[in-house]
């Protein structure tokens, strides 16, 4: 119902910024909120950042305050990471997700929909 795009991954060296974008299509109408997750090699999945649809509250995990910022585009239907001050154990797979109903943002089993991930690597 809900298909997500991922886009703006890659390598950069520490210290600098990169800015992911997730597009939505599909029936988004009713998508809750959106976020944004990431997965280190033998780690476990781990909350970034979330947004609510409606009205753009956001929502982050306490070790990203400060460098990342979530926002969106309600025209384009897209959710956007920016990413500052990147240091080399930010290194993943970041993923968006959608979600149709609330809950607790920092519950990667409480979305819907999920994009395919892209890889962010940042060098020392």
């Known amino acids: 119902q809900v298909q997500l795009v991922e886009s703006g991954g890659g390598l950069v060296q520490a210290g600098g910024s990169l800015r992911l974008s997730c597009a939505a299509s599909g029936r988004t109408f009713n998508t809750y909120a959106m976020g944004w997750f990431r997965q280190a090699p033998g780690k476990e999945r781990e909350f970034v950042a979330a947004?609510?649809?409606?009205?753009?509250?956001?929502y982050y995990a306490d070790s990203m305050k400060g460098r990342f910022t979530i926002s969106r585009d309600n025209a384009k239907n897209t959710v956007y990471l920016q990413m500052n001050s990147l240091k080399p154990e930010d290194t993943a797979v970041y993923y968006c997700?959608?979600?149709?109903?609330?809950?607790?943002?920092?519950?990667?089993?409480?979305?819907?929909?999920w994009g395919q991930g892209t890889q962010v690597t940042v060098s020392s």
């Open positions: 997700a959608a979600r149709y109903y609330s809950g607790t943002y920092s519950r990667d089993y409480e979305y819907d929909y």
């Open positions: 947004i609510r649809w409606s009205d753009g509250n956001t």
